[in-house]
Protein backbone atom coordinates (compact mmCIF):
# COMPACT_ATOMS: atom_id res chain seq x y z
CA UNK A 1 0.00 0.00 0.00
CA UNK A 2 1.09 3.29 -0.94
CA UNK A 3 1.60 5.64 2.01
CA UNK A 4 1.73 9.42 1.74
CA UNK A 5 5.26 11.15 0.98
CA UNK A 6 5.86 8.04 -0.88
CA UNK A 7 7.72 8.49 -4.45
CA UNK A 8 5.22 7.51 -6.98
CA UNK A 9 5.56 4.14 -8.63
CA UNK A 10 7.07 4.60 -12.31
CA UNK A 11 4.93 2.45 -14.42
CA UNK A 12 5.07 2.30 -18.16
CA UNK A 13 1.89 0.72 -19.99
CA UNK A 14 2.85 -0.89 -23.19
CA UNK A 15 0.94 -3.76 -25.93
CA UNK A 16 1.71 -6.81 -24.64
CA UNK A 17 4.21 -9.06 -26.59
CA UNK A 18 4.24 -12.94 -26.77
CA UNK A 19 7.04 -12.65 -24.31
CA UNK A 20 4.31 -11.32 -21.90
CA UNK A 21 1.87 -14.55 -22.75
CA UNK A 22 2.91 -16.33 -19.32
CA UNK A 23 2.58 -13.43 -17.39
CA UNK A 24 -0.80 -12.15 -18.05
CA UNK A 25 -1.67 -15.73 -18.48
CA UNK A 26 -0.80 -16.01 -14.54
CA UNK A 27 -2.71 -12.96 -14.13
CA UNK A 28 -5.84 -13.64 -15.37
CA UNK A 29 -6.02 -17.18 -13.25
CA UNK A 30 -4.93 -15.04 -10.22
CA UNK A 31 -7.74 -12.32 -11.47
CA UNK A 32 -10.51 -15.67 -11.88
CA UNK A 33 -9.23 -17.06 -8.39
CA UNK A 34 -10.32 -13.60 -6.57
CA UNK A 35 -13.36 -13.29 -7.87
CA UNK A 36 -14.51 -17.16 -6.83
CA UNK A 37 -12.93 -16.80 -3.74
CA UNK A 38 -15.06 -13.56 -3.04
CA UNK A 39 -18.47 -14.57 -4.14
CA UNK A 40 -17.70 -18.13 -2.54
CA UNK A 41 -18.62 -19.99 -5.80
CA UNK A 42 -17.14 -21.48 -8.77
CA UNK A 43 -17.96 -19.30 -11.64
CA UNK A 44 -14.67 -19.82 -14.17
CA UNK A 45 -13.13 -22.95 -15.67
CA UNK A 46 -9.28 -21.95 -15.66
CA UNK A 47 -6.69 -23.97 -17.72
CA UNK A 48 -3.65 -22.76 -17.86
CA UNK A 49 -2.51 -24.54 -20.88
CA UNK A 50 -5.57 -23.77 -22.85
CA UNK A 51 -5.44 -20.07 -21.72
CA UNK A 52 -1.42 -19.89 -23.15
CA UNK A 53 -2.21 -21.74 -26.53
CA UNK A 54 -5.73 -19.19 -27.05
CA UNK A 55 -3.65 -15.82 -26.10
CA UNK A 56 -0.87 -16.36 -28.45
CA UNK A 57 -3.36 -17.25 -30.96
CA UNK A 58 -5.37 -14.29 -30.55
CA UNK A 59 -2.84 -11.90 -29.81
CA UNK A 60 -1.23 -13.04 -33.47
CA UNK A 61 -4.32 -12.62 -35.36
CA UNK A 62 -5.58 -8.90 -33.75
CA UNK A 63 -8.38 -9.85 -32.28
CA UNK A 64 -7.45 -9.10 -28.50
CA UNK A 65 -5.23 -6.23 -27.41
CA UNK A 66 -3.23 -7.06 -23.97
CA UNK A 67 -1.78 -3.41 -22.39
CA UNK A 68 0.57 -4.57 -19.52
CA UNK A 69 1.73 -2.16 -16.88
CA UNK A 70 5.37 -2.39 -16.04
CA UNK A 71 7.04 -1.22 -13.30
CA UNK A 72 10.34 -0.27 -13.35
CA UNK A 73 11.79 -1.80 -10.43
CA UNK A 74 9.41 -5.00 -10.69
CA UNK A 75 8.52 -5.83 -13.77
CA UNK A 76 4.78 -6.18 -15.02
CA UNK A 77 2.30 -5.66 -11.76
CA UNK A 78 -1.33 -5.14 -14.14
CA UNK A 79 -3.25 -5.63 -17.33
CA UNK A 80 -6.00 -4.84 -19.15
CA UNK A 81 -7.44 -7.00 -22.09
CA UNK A 82 -9.78 -5.39 -24.74
CA UNK A 83 -11.38 -7.06 -27.96
CA UNK A 84 -13.25 -5.09 -30.72
CA UNK A 85 -17.12 -5.33 -31.23
CA UNK A 86 -19.88 -3.75 -33.43
CA UNK A 87 -23.49 -2.69 -32.33
CA UNK A 88 -26.29 -0.22 -33.74
CA UNK A 89 -26.64 0.83 -30.24
CA UNK A 90 -23.03 2.30 -29.76
CA UNK A 91 -23.58 3.31 -33.81
CA UNK A 92 -20.71 1.54 -35.21
CA UNK A 93 -17.54 -0.20 -33.71
CA UNK A 94 -16.69 0.00 -30.27
CA UNK A 95 -14.34 -1.85 -27.11
CA UNK A 96 -15.08 -4.15 -24.50
CA UNK A 97 -12.30 -4.97 -21.69
CA UNK A 98 -12.87 -8.19 -20.73
CA UNK A 99 -10.21 -8.69 -18.00
CA UNK A 100 -8.45 -5.86 -16.22
CA UNK A 101 -6.62 -6.75 -13.45
CA UNK A 102 -3.48 -5.22 -10.94
CA UNK A 103 -1.57 -7.26 -8.64
CA UNK A 104 -2.83 -6.58 -4.86
CA UNK A 105 -0.07 -5.27 -3.57
CA UNK A 106 0.48 -2.39 -6.07
CA UNK A 107 -3.25 -1.34 -6.01
CA UNK A 108 -3.87 2.24 -4.95
CA UNK A 109 -0.85 3.55 -6.18
CA UNK A 110 -1.80 4.62 -9.92
CA UNK A 111 -1.26 1.36 -11.65
CA UNK A 112 -5.45 0.96 -12.53
CA UNK A 113 -5.30 4.77 -13.81
CA UNK A 114 -2.66 4.26 -16.07
CA UNK A 115 -4.24 0.67 -17.65
CA UNK A 116 -7.21 2.99 -17.93
CA UNK A 117 -5.99 5.64 -19.08
CA UNK A 118 -3.64 3.61 -21.55
CA UNK A 119 -7.27 1.74 -22.89
CA UNK A 120 -9.00 4.84 -23.32
CA UNK A 121 -6.16 6.13 -25.64
CA UNK A 122 -5.88 2.36 -27.56
CA UNK A 123 -9.92 2.81 -27.97
CA UNK A 124 -10.06 6.28 -29.25
CA UNK A 125 -6.48 5.44 -31.50
CA UNK A 126 -9.05 2.60 -33.10
CA UNK A 127 -12.09 4.98 -33.90
CA UNK A 128 -14.19 3.39 -30.80
CA UNK A 129 -17.03 4.90 -30.32
CA UNK A 130 -17.25 3.94 -26.62
CA UNK A 131 -14.98 1.46 -24.29
CA UNK A 132 -17.61 -0.80 -22.37
CA UNK A 133 -16.51 -2.81 -19.04
CA UNK A 134 -18.58 -5.23 -16.66
CA UNK A 135 -17.59 -5.83 -13.30
CA UNK A 136 -17.13 -9.12 -11.12
CA UNK A 137 -20.46 -9.62 -9.36
CA UNK A 138 -22.05 -6.81 -6.82
CA UNK A 139 -22.06 -6.11 -4.03
CA UNK A 140 -18.41 -8.01 -3.53
CA UNK A 141 -16.60 -5.45 -6.10
CA UNK A 142 -18.51 -2.41 -5.41
CA UNK A 143 -14.79 -1.16 -5.27
CA UNK A 144 -14.23 -1.98 -8.25
CA UNK A 145 -17.66 -0.25 -9.62
CA UNK A 146 -16.07 2.51 -7.94
CA UNK A 147 -13.29 2.61 -9.50
CA UNK A 148 -14.81 2.34 -12.84
CA UNK A 149 -17.07 5.39 -12.23
CA UNK A 150 -13.86 8.03 -10.95
CA UNK A 151 -12.44 7.23 -14.36
CA UNK A 152 -15.25 8.54 -16.20
CA UNK A 153 -17.18 5.12 -17.41
CA UNK A 154 -21.39 5.45 -16.73
CA UNK A 155 -23.46 2.69 -15.41
CA UNK A 156 -25.61 1.95 -18.16
CA UNK A 157 -28.13 -0.73 -15.82
CA UNK A 158 -28.74 -4.44 -17.28
CA UNK A 159 -26.90 -7.51 -15.78
CA UNK A 160 -25.00 -9.59 -18.00
CA UNK A 161 -25.84 -12.63 -18.47
CA UNK A 162 -23.95 -15.32 -19.79
CA UNK A 163 -25.44 -19.09 -22.00
CA UNK A 164 -23.10 -22.01 -22.08
CA UNK A 165 -23.19 -23.69 -24.78
Do not use: N
Not at 28 to 53: K, N, Q, S, Y
Not at 129 to 143: D, Q, S, Y
Amino acid sequence: MRHWGDAPMSIDVRRAEMRDIDVVVTMVGELLHEIMHAVDRVEFHFDRDDARTQLAQILDDGRYFVLVAVAAATGPVGFVSMYEGFALYTEGRFGTMSEFYVLPEHRSQGVGRRLADAAKAFAAARGWRRLEVTTPPLPAFERTLAFYEREGFATTGGRKLKFLL
